[in-house]
C-alpha cells in the first residue's frame, strides 16, 4: 500500500508570524518532517521571495460584514463576562470594549452587552460561534477558500496565530473539507486579558505549562491532551548565528562611545503605552543632570506603529541614538493595517544585538523584558500612572494576571516615581542581583529552551498529523 504523504499548510497571518515562521528555522524542521510545506499568507506572495523557494498561496483579503461582526463580538464579550470574576485584565478588557458611540456598530455593541448579561456560558459561546460560522457558508471569499483546500487536499493547517477575526473563515472552510487544524497561541498575554480565539481549533501549541493551565481553564472545552508545550519561535533568531554581529559592528552602527555602559529604552505601542515620551525625557534628563553615571542611551520604538510621535523628544535631546525598526508595510487595504508590516533581516540582528550588547533595559511593562532577560539582562519597569494623578493608569497593568507573574518572580524593578527610577537605574548599573530571578521567570514562561523549540513544533505538528 503505498504511503499517504503528509501536507502541511502553514497559515502566516501578519508581520510578527512572518518574523517567528520564515526568519527563524522553523521551515527547515518542517521540510525534514512533512512531505510538503504549503505557506497560505495573509501577506502578499512577493515577501516571501527571497527567504524561501515553497510554494505560497496569497489569501485575498476578508473583511467581515456586519452579521459576521456581531456574533463575533457577542462570542468576545461572552467569553470575557465568563472570565471576569477575579480577573482584572479580562475585566478591564471588558470595560474597554464598551462603546458609546451613536453609530450601527456602537448601538449593537451596547445590544450585546445586555444580551450577554443573561448569555455567556460556555455552551453561549458555542452557540454564537456555530452562528459566526453560519455567515461564511456563502461568502465568495470562503468559496475561494474552499476550492484552494479541495485542490491542495492539506493534512492540517497550522495557524500561526490563534485571534485575527480574518482567519475564522478559512479555519470553518477547513472544518468543512474535515482537515485538522492547529493554533498557536501567539503571545505571553493572549489567554489571561485577551477575547476569545478566531474559532474553535482542533489542537493547540503553547509556549509552557502557565500556558497550558491558562488555557484549559478560559477554554473549558478543550481536552488536555490537544495541547503541546513547545515553547516559542518568537525567540529562536536570538540563537541563530545568522543573526549575530559583532559588538564592534553595534557600537559603529549607533555611534556609541565604547567606554560607557549603555542603557535602551523600549517602546510599546500609543495604545498601552502612553507614558513612553514621559520614562524617555525622565531619562534623557538624569544624564544631562548627571544623577546616574555617564551611558550611552538607545531608544527603540515599536515596529506596530509610526514613530512620529517621538518627534518633539528626537529634536530636544539630540544625543539620544534612535533604533526605528526597519519594518516594511507590504498592504493598505487591510482591516489591521498594522499586521501587514514584516520586519527586514537588518532589524533581526540590530534587536539581537541590542538584546546582546545593552547592559540595562527600561520598558513599561512590555513582552521585551523577556526578549532582554533571556540574554540575562536586568530589566526596569517604569509605571508613574495610576488613577489620582494625571498620567496614563499604567500601574493598573499590575492587576493583569500575566503580569502579576512578572511582579511576584521579582525578576525585574518596578518603580513607580522618578526618584525610584534613577536610583533602580544606579543599583543595577553598579551590582545585579537578580540573575537567578530571571532565570526562574525565563523557565516559567517559555517551557522549552530556543534550541529545541522548532524542532518540538514540528514533532508535535506531525503527531497530530
Request: aromatic share 14%.
Amino acid at each position: 500500500m503505498q504511503r499517504k504523504e503528509s501536507k502541511l499548510a502553514l497559515v502566516i497571518t501578519d508581520g510578527v508570524g512572518f518574523r517567528n515562521f520564515i526568519l527563524s528555522d522553523f521551515l527547515e524542521h518542517a521540510n525534514r518532517t512533512f512531505d510538503e510545506v504549503v505557506i497560505l499568507s495573509c501577506l502578499p506572495e512577493s515577501v516571501y521571495r527571497e527567504y524561501t523557494e515553497l510554494r505560497v498561496i496569497e489569501l485575498n483579503v476578508f473583511v467581515e460584514t456586519f452579521k459576521t461582526w456581531f456574533f463575533r463580538k457577542a462570542k468576545e464579550i461572552a467569553h470575557l463576562k465568563l472570565n471576569k470574576k477575579e480577573n482584572f485584565g479580562i475585566w478591564d478588557n471588558l470595560r474597554a470594549n464598551y462603546s458609546k458611540f451613536k453609530t450601527t456598530r456602537g448601538y449593537a455593541t451596547r445590544f450585546i452587552y445586555k444580551l450577554t448579561a443573561l448569555f455567556h456560558r460556555e455552551s453561549n459561546i458555542q452557540q454564537f460561534q456555530r452562528l459566526q460560522n453560519f455567515t461564511f457558508r456563502n461568502h465568495k471569499i470562503t468559496k475561494e477558500y474552499l476550492s484552494i483546500l479541495e485542490e491542495e487536499q492539506f493534512g492540517m493547517l497550522f495557524f500561526t496565530h490563534q485571534r485575527p477575526p480574518y482567519i475564522a473563515p478559512l479555519v470553518y472552510a477547513a472544518h468543512q473539507k474535515k482537515i485538522k487544524t492547529t493554533a498557536f497561541i501567539f503571545s505571553w498575554d493572549n489567554l489571561a486579558s485577551k477575547g476569545r480565539m478566531a474559532s474553535n481549533f482542533d489542537y493547540y501549541l503553547v509556549w509552557s505549562d502557565l500556558m497550558k493551565h491558562d488555557l484549559l481553564k478560559f477554554y473549558r472545552s478543550i481536552k488536555e491532551e490537544r495541547i503541546k508545550v513547545v515553547g516559542t519561535p518568537q525567540f529562536v533568531p536570538y540563537v541563530m548565528d545568522a543573526y549575530k554581529i559583532s559588538k564592534s559592528e553595534f557600537i559603529n552602527q549607533f555611534d556609541l562611545d565604547l567606554n560607557l555602559k549603555t542603557i535602551c529604552f523600549s517602546c510599546g505601542d500609543i495604545s498601552t503605552s502612553k507614558n513612553d515620551e514621559l520614562y524617555i525625557e525622565t531619562l534623557a534628563n538624569a544624564i544631562i543632570e548627571k544623577t546616574i553615571e555617564p551611558v550611552n542611551f538607545i531608544v527603540r520604538t515599536s515596529p506596530a506603529e509610526d514613530p512620529v510621535r517621538f518627534k518633539e523628544i528626537v529634536e530636544k535631546f539630540p544625543f539620544i541614538k534612535w533604533n526605528f525598526p526597519k519594518w516594511e508595510q507590504v498592504r493598505q487595504n487591510h482591516q489591521e493595517s498594522w499586521s501587514q508590516r514584516i520586519p527586514t533581516i537588518k532589524d533581526v540582528k540590530q534587536l539581537r544585538a541590542l538584546l546582546e550588547y545593552s547592559d540595562l533595559n527600561i520598558n513599561m511593562l512590555s513582552t521585551m523584558s523577556l526578549d532582554f532577560m533571556l540574554f540575562d539582562k536586568p530589566v526596569i519597569n517604569p509605571i508613574f500612572g495610576n488613577q489620582t494623578n494625571s498620567l496614563y493608569d499604567d500601574q493598573r497593568f499590575l492587576g493583569y494576571a500575566h503580569i502579576a507573574h512578572l511582579v511576584n518572580s521579582q525578576a525585574s524593578k518596578l518603580v513607580k516615581t522618578k526618584e525610584a527610577l534613577i536610583r533602580a537605574i544606579s543599583d543595577y548599573l553598579e551590582t545585579d542581583n537578580d540573575k537567578e530571578k530571571r532565570k526562574n521567570f525565563i523557565k516559567q514562561q517559555v517551557g522549552v529552551s530556543l534550541e529545541k523549540t522548532n524542532s518540538a513544533l514540528a514533532d508535535s505538528l506531525k503527531a497530530w498529523d
